[in-house]
Structures are given as C-alpha cells and as structure tokens.
C-alpha cells in the first residue's frame, strides 16, 4: 500500500499549534482518524523505509489525542499551548519507536511518551524550585491531589491509605503534601514591589550570622583571650628568643635568617632552631588555661 493512498493532511495542520489555540484544535479535530490497515500500512513504511511522510501522516493523525490528554494537565496553570507542544515531541518519539508487528494500535503505545514529555514540562515549569526529583516523588506529585477527598490537610488515616495505594511510605506523603500547599517566594522582593509585599521576603527578616550580638561578643573576647596568653607566653622567653620572634613575625618588615644571623654572630641554622624552640614553648604555655 502506498502512502499516496492514505487520507492527506498536511494541508490542514502543522504539528504545532500555530495562532489561536482554539483554531488549532478545530484544525486537528478535523484530521480523519485512521483505520488500522491505513496505520499498519504507513508504520511499515517507515520501518522498513524511513519513509518520513509516512510517520507524518501518523503524527497528524494523532494529534487530536494530544489535545485531549494535555487538557488533563490544565489544572497546574501553565499555558495549554505549551502543553500541547510537549505532547507533540512525545508522540513524535512515540511514532519514531512505534514497533507495527506488536499488534497494538498507535494510540495505545504513544500515551506513555505523551504524558512523560508532559510530566517532565509540568515538573520543569510548574514551579522555580523543583520540587519532585525522585520516582516517589514524581509519582507523588502527580496523583495526590487525585486521591485527597477534600481541599483540608490529610489526616492519618488518609496518609497511609494513599501511601499503600502509591507504594511509597506515610512521611514521602506528608513531604509532598507540604511542598504542593507552599509557595515560591523571592529572596529579594522586586524593585517595583510595595513595602507590604517586600516585608514579607525573607531578605526582610533573616539575619546574617554575623549579626549575631552573642557571636560578635565571643569573637571578641575570643581576641582579647589570645592576644593576652600570647603576651604573657612572649615575657616568658629570653631576651634573644623575643627579639628573634618579634623581628620574624610581628613587624611589616620582616627580618630573614641571615640577617638575625648576622646580628647575633650565629649561623642562620642556629637562628631557625632559637626560632622554633620558642614557638614550641609559646603553643604549650597559650594552650594551658589563662590565670584569673
């Protein structure tokens, strides 16, 4: 059977919608269905050939089916075109797999690939924040408010029948419970907000760590304690041992070994030992508790 022979459509639609959308779903519900044979005929072809105007014959055809089941998604307040159109790469997919010698008619097979394309549009757009991103969540998402009797919070009863119903446990039905009631809210309000609006961002009352009075004091006193160990630690050491320390670490222009070398008559190696055998006895003596 040739593909000429099949009922033409590519004169009444493109395989998206164009213009209004009530125009569109006029124009593809007057796209005749195709008998079995017809379909059967123009899937072959396209397997066996790659025939591509075979499988646009068999989008086209379908896209009715599309419209139907995108507005079963109309309730998450995203544009019906929108959905539409990710339904169409579905199908679209769904033709590209379709497999004519399972013995199932197109439609049949092509709802999994219409609805996932939905789904992950619906999950990708619905809110800012993700919200589902494991297989329970996802399948959370998409049927809890489905199962709720009433527009209340579930109670435990209710939890745990739609967790057995859903094979997911009561606490993943109270997670998602908790995530579909809440709402995206900006961290920062938007230029044009009013002040009411702007009072309730969370920029608006979350304090910074640092502005924590009990944190400041403690940091300071923190300074305070360990600048006094380490000057009681200093009167400790000999002479040299101070000198040598204060011109290494505690002036802008630091000394280098060989020039307390050449101050004190020593090698530089001799320096470096004086050097590290007072920060020893520094560190123990700052580490022991300060006297009251």
């Known amino acids: 059977m040739s593909t000429a022979l099949v009922r033409p459509t590519t004169d009444l639609v493109l395989a998206g919608p164009v213009g209004s959308l009530e125009a569109y779903v006029e124009r593809v519900s007057r796209i005749p269905v195709l008998t079995r044979e017809e379909e059967l005929a123009l899937a072959r072809h396209l397997q066996e050939g790659g025939d591509l105007d075979a499988a646009r014959q068999l989008v086209l055809s379908h896209l009715r089916f599309v419209v139907h089941i995108a507005r079963g998604y109309g309730g998450y307040g995203l544009p019906m075109g929108d959905l539409i159109q990710e339904g169409n790469i579905g199908l679209m997919k769904a033709v590209k797999r379709f497999d004519p010698g399972v013995g199932v008619r197109l439609v049949s097979f092509a709802v999994h690939w219409i609805r996932a394309e939905i789904h992950e549009y619906v999950l990708r757009n619905w809110r800012l924040v993700k919200i589902a991103t494991t297989k329970a969540q996802r399948k959370l998402f998409f049927n809890l408010r489905r199962f709720k009797k009433n527009l209340g919070w579930l109670n435990d009863a209710e939890t745990r029948a739609i967790a057995a119903d859903l094979g997911v446990t009561a606490a993943e039905v109270t997670d998602m419970e908790q995530r579909l009631s809440s709402r995206d809210l900006s961290f920062d309000p938007a230029p044009d907000a009013d002040d009411e609006d702007g009072a309730y961002s969370p920029s608006a009352y979350l304090q910074h760590p640092e ?59 001799r320096i470096r030992q004086i050097e590290a055998n007072a920060i020893k006895k520094l560190r123990g003596i700052v580490a022991e508790p300060l006297e009251a």
């Not at 009075?213 to 600048?227: G, I, K």
């Not at 050491?237 to 802008?252: A, F």
């Open 211 to 269: 502005a924590d009075p009990s944190v400041a004091v403690e940091r300071e006193q923190w300074d305070e304690d360990t600048a006094e160990r380490l000057s009681q630690a200093l009167e400790t050491l000999d002479e040299r041992s101070q000198n040598i320390l204060r011109s290494r670490w505690m002036t802008e222009d630091k000394a280098t070994l060989h020039e307390l070398a050449d101050r004190y008559g020593v090698s530089a190696e």
